[in-house]
């Protein structure tokens, strides 16, 4: 064998006394609390560093302040008070380099086999190939942003069909549908609608949410009010077409003419994944079983961190309070380790 693949055998037979699974914000900060505390530790992630935050929109600004999304006891410089996608983007960058964070990007997480003290995590790269990464401990902080709540209507799966907003241009004297009331739907619609883009909101309630920032509430209302969105509120899209959609309203069925749609109807953790580690829920929320001081799972040497505690109800944590989730994780692993500080060895 080159030296290239022994230090590849080496590095696969390396026992981590933790491993994060997913490389965001939260999963930053899992891996450097727990770092800090003295345990050797790895994050695997099938995207590159907060993979989810790079696939925002391009422009994005936070609602929140910079002070809110720092992790690792690192400021997060900011000229402004909200800071963009690309300030965080590098400042995550930074934070990770700065803790010389052993990170595994672009590897998929296929499956994990073992118990407590000593999971196997079975991986494959972007090219396909296998590997496999050992850990007496494991953290799930894969986020949510992946899966896409879909209508499972005839004409979702058309290429004018969009989960996921980025930017405005390409719809420039464009019909553009909009589903959805939260945060996400207003404010494509509103850029869409600034770009020159047609714009139809369309949504199952009967008004918007109540949660979209206060800022943005008022001016798609007056956009609605003004007539220049036309919105359709207690309706929903039955069926996607490629030159119209078709809307069920309160005053009965519509067709409209229609060139793409972006269906902001939110997003959901990967429970499957978490059902195949042996995670329970609870509710029709599917609250994922866990202790709420540890993060430990059902499941012994699994915890959870991040948006994936709160199930389905992904509005209740973000970057801002699930940066904490690492400090909980990383007490709950020193109380439970031995005096001294654990030996880390080789498996092979």
């Known amino acids: 064998m080159n030296d290239l693949t022994l230090e590849t055998a080496a590095t ?24 800090k505390a003295g345990f050797r530790v790895a994050l695997v992630d099938k995207g590159c560093v907060c993979n989810s935050l790079f696939h925002y929109p391009a422009h994005i600004t936070f609602f929140t302040t910079p002070e809110l999304l720092e ?7 900011s000229p402004t008070a909200n800071p963009t996608r690309d300030e965080a983007l590098q400042y995550y960058r930074l934070v990770a380099a700065h803790y010389r964070l052993d990170v595994r990007q672009y ?30 401990k494991l953290v799930i902080s894969t986020g949510y942003y992946d899966l896409p709540n879909h209508m499972n209507i005839p004409g979702e799966k058309l290429s004018k069909v969009h989960h996921y907003y980025d930017d405005p241009h390409p719809y420039f004297e464009m019909d553009v549908v909009v589903i959805g009331g ?4 207003a404010i494509a619609a509103l850029e869409l609608w600034r770009s020159g883009a047609r714009v139809t909101l369309v949504h199952r309630d009967s008004e918007l949410r109540a949660h979209v920032k206060y800022w ?3 001016d798609i209302e007056n956009r ?3 007539g220049e969105i036309k919105a359709y509120f207690n309706s929903r899209v039955t069926e996607i077409t490629p030159d119209a959609v078709v809307v069920e309203t ?17 997003y959901h953790p990967d429970f499957d994944f978490l059902s195949n580690l042996g995670v329970r829920f609870e509710g029709p929320d599917r609250l994922p079983v866990c202790d709420s001081e540890t993060l430990e799972s059902n499941v012994p040497g699994i915890y959870l961190a991040g948006v994936i505690v709160a199930g389905s109800r992904t509005n209740e944590i973000f970057i801002e309070n699930g940066r904490f989730h690492g ?3 990383a007490a709950a692993l020193i109380a439970k380790r031995d005096d001294k500080v654990p030996v880390t060895e080789s498996i092979g």
């Not at 997913?22 to 999963?27: F, L, Y």
């Not at 992790?71 to 410089?77: A, K, L, N, S, T």
């Open 71 to 77: 992790i690792g006891d690192i400021p997060f410089p």
């Open 12 to 35: 696969q037979n390396t026992l981590f006394d933790l491993l994060v699974v997913g490389a965001g914000p939260t999963g930053l900060a899992c891996a450097i609390e727990a770092q």
């Open 182 to 185: 939260k945060n996400s739907a």
């Open 250 to 266: 309160p005053e009965g069925r519509l067709t409209l003419k229609n060139d793409f749609v972006f269906a902001m109807t939110g």
């Open 107 to 136: 590897h998929r997480v296929d499956r994990v086999t073992g118990a407590d003290g000593a999971f196997t995590v079975h991986t494959e790269d972007r090219f396909g190939r296998p590997g496999t990464l050992h850990a007496r």
């Open 327 to 329: 400090c909980q994780i």
């Open 216 to 218: 943005i509430k008022p």
């Open 224 to 226: 609605i009010k003004n």
